[in-house]
């Protein structure tokens, strides 16, 4: 039998899915072990390849090692080389902040401290013309000083290096002769675009984060030998497609936010087969809440993100808090607000839920691991919305007395309400916190959430889907299969891609047509030959076109899709317009410049099969017929208990579907019912 096996790492749980080649789908979930997340990678293979010998041919991997190292500030020592006069673009940054009002407010640390960050003489223009040639004579102390401070990695970035890279790859070049062992990261390879900062500090994490990330692939790559896996390893990229362990080793900066992004790409997959238009993902897991939006059958992508800026739980146009990242991503929104989220009173007296988490060890109150924190999933389960016989089909029982004490202690006494009233309130201000997510992802790009459909996974999305979608105009919820390791099976759906990104400044009424041709022309290209060395075979190959444009004057761009067929600067001026408006509302007059700065080409390999299943048949489990649950104005309710296979016909809530992964809650005023494939559908009465 052979196996392709998705493996994704969140803040308490390791989720393991895997699909064999006749569609038969099993899953495993453990605890995550943050000393040491390749352990419980390892301990979930063992126990996923238990019931017999199998032969593995793919593993698909998602992970947090790269952010969480730039979270941590654990990276490489790391040195900057940078035109003279300009070593201090990485701290100059570009003068945004995300509090206006707070002079208290302090930017984040340099990656690079202000003496590793070296000039060499030398500049090019614009043009790519060499203005200042380059003076070897400049790069000698900036090696010695390399090899005397211990630098482990550098990066490399020269000003107008987008334009010609000349001078970085002859720097490059030196550096390496004389430090063989040095990690070298330069900026024409990782970002040939246009902008300063952007360029230097995308280039700066890679190098920061690289030797961290070849580290833990490498280790894990051996760890999987030792199994007797011999299959390749393949890592989810921040923009949703995967690339080989070489190349997240080489680029790990297109792997930074690769943990987020596998359920969005499962999201899209499976709204393609559901030929549903328009879909919002929500996705709550153990420590935070992410919301995404697909829209025929794509995931929306963004062309930059912030790394270690803490986590977004508002507007998203204050930015500033972390590092720039401008690599193509998942465009994701995400707050503190998971299962394992501490719910508090301030010291003003005032109900407070996350950011901080419990965790996965101790977790929450109710694990009975020593925890006393009292968390979102204690609430759910006082309510009576999760079982007392455990998560992950019982092998982790909960304790709902100590769950009881810990909403009595931290809450009813301030608060001088009842336990229920209490519990009921944290999940309120929770899903509060959430919806701010999705509308960061909706209304912030023009889009209203009422068109859309919901869909909701995560340990914890379900319970929370009805709630949110009421709040919110939703109508209708889709709860996929194996709901609690959805990010782990869309790692199993997902393609791979390539993106190559090339910048061009011109206003379009000036622009020449052909030079825009042949640039599109020369990226596919490049596309083309990468998917080759991957072995998609031409007829397996799609690419998708996209420009990057603004007005003349404004200081950001917007990108918008082309199509396959002739491409003209008017066409694209009307495009751009168009969604102007879509986004912002407004579309300016007529014969208003607008300024190309750049083109960009998805280069995308499909599979010989589909990797989708045609349906995914739910596990029969044993649940209880029914337990008490609380709702607000009924008070406690018998409620139905069934699991995902029994689900016969319409049936109204409230109803609770208990699976091993997972619980869904169908409130009063809901129906819920199981599709063909196997999603629970939802829609409100």
């Known amino acids: 039998m052979s196996l392709r096996i998705g493996v994704d790492i969140g803040g308490t749980f390791t989720d393991l899915v895997a699909i064999s080649a006749d569609g038969i789908v099993t899953t495993q979930k453990i605890a995550s072990t943050p000393h ?51 070593r201090d673009i990485l701290e100059i940054r570009d003068l945004r902040m995300p509090v206006l009002y707070d002079i208290g407010w302090t930017k984040p640390r340099a990656l690079v401290e202000r003496r590793l960050r070296l000039e060499v003489s030398e500049k ?30 550098v990066a490399i970035c020269l000003l107008h290096s987008y334009a010609n890279p000349a001078h970085e790859q002859a720097v490059a070049r030196a550096v390496q002769a004389a430090l063989p062992k040095i990690a070298i990261s330069v900026s024409s390879e990782i970002l040939p675009e246009i902008k300063e900062y952007p360029r230097t500090s995308t280039t700066v994490i890679n190098a920061y984060v690289q030797p961290v990330v070849r580290a833990y692939i490498t280790a894990l790559d051996a760890r999987l030998r030792s199994l007797g896996i011999e299959a390749p390893l393949q890592l989810m990229q921040s923009n949703g497609g995967l690339a080989s362990a070489e190349f997240a080793a080489h680029a790990p900066a297109h792997i930074i936010e690769s943990g987020p992004a596998a359920g969005v790409v499962g ?91 419990a965790g996965a060890d101790p977790g929450p109150a109710c694990y009975g691991r020593g925890g006393t924190a009292l968390t979102i999933t204690d609430c759910n389960l006082v309510l009576g919305y999760l079982d007392p016989g455990g998560l992950a089909g019982g092998a982790m029982r909960l304790d709902l007395e100590a769950a009881r004490d810990a909403v009595t202690r931290d809450l009813t006494g301030p608060l001088k309400c009842s336990i229920e009233e209490a519990a009921h309130g944290m999940l309120r201000l929770a899903s509060a916190t959430m919806m701010r997510a999705i509308r960061a992802v909706s209304v912030e790009r023009g889009r209203d959430p009422r068109q859309f459909a919901m869909l909701a996974f995560g340990g914890n999305g379900p319970l929370f889907a009805a709630g949110i979608a009421a709040e919110l105009g939703i109508s209708r919820i889709i709860i996929p299969p194996l709901p609690g390791v959805f990010s782990a099976f869309g790692l199993l759906v997902a393609d791979a891609e390539h993106h190559a990104r090339l910048s061009i400044r011109v206003r379009l009424d000036q622009a020449d047509p052909a030079r825009i041709s042949r640039s599109i022309a020369e990226l596919t290209e490049a596309g083309m030959q990468r998917l080759k060395r991957d072995g998609f075979a031409v007829e397996r190959q799609v690419f998708q076109r996209a420009a990057a444009a603004r007005y003349a004057g404004q200081s950001s761009e917007i990108e918008v899709a082309l199509p396959d067929d002739d491409i003209s600067p008017f066409l694209i001026a009307d495009l751009f317009a168009a969604e102007h408006e879509r986004t912002y509302g407004f579309r300016a007059p007529a014969g208003e410049p607008v300024e190309l700065m750049g083109l960009s080409v998805m280069a995308r390999g499909l599979p010989e099969q589909p990797r989708l299943p045609s349906k995914i048949s739910p596990f029969a489990q044993t649940v209880p017929a029914s337990r008490r649950a609380w709702f607000p104005g009924d008070g406690w309710v018998e409620t139905p208990v069934t699991d995902r296979a029994r689900l016969s016909g319409t049936v109204s809530g409230p109803l609770i579907v208990q699976e091993y992964d997972a619980t869904c809650l169908v409130p009063k005023g809901m129906t819920a019912r199981l599709d063909t494939f196997g999603n629970i559908r939802m829609e409100a009465r």
């Open 36 to 86: 040491d997340y390749g352990e419980g990678i390892v301990a979930g293979l063992q126990a996923l390849l238990a019931d017999g010998p199998a032969r593995v041919t793919d593993v698909l991997h998602a992970t947090t090692v790269g952010s969480n190292t730039v979270l941590e500030g654990k990276g490489a020592r790391t040195a900057l080389i940078a035109t003279k006069g300009f």
């Open 124 to 153: 090019m223009r614009p043009d790519g013309s060499v203005a200042v040639p380059l003076d070897m004579d400049s790069l000698a102390p900036v090696v010695a000083m390399l090899r005397d401070e211990g630098v482990v990695s």
């Open 267 to 357: 999201g899209a997959a499976l709204a393609r087969r559901l030929d549903e238009a328009r879909i919002v993902t929500f996705d709550m897991g153990g420590t935070t809440a992410k919301a995404g939006l697909v829209e025929n059958g794509e995931v929306l992508r963004t062309e930059a993100i912030e790394v270690g800026g803490g986590v977004m739980a508002g507007s998203r146009l204050l930015v500033g808090a972390g590092y720039m990242l401008k690599l193509p991503a998942v465009d994701l929104a995400e707050v503190g607000a998971g299962g394992g989220s501490i719910c508090r009173l301030d010291s003003a007296g005032a109900p407070k839920v996350g950011p901080e988490s």
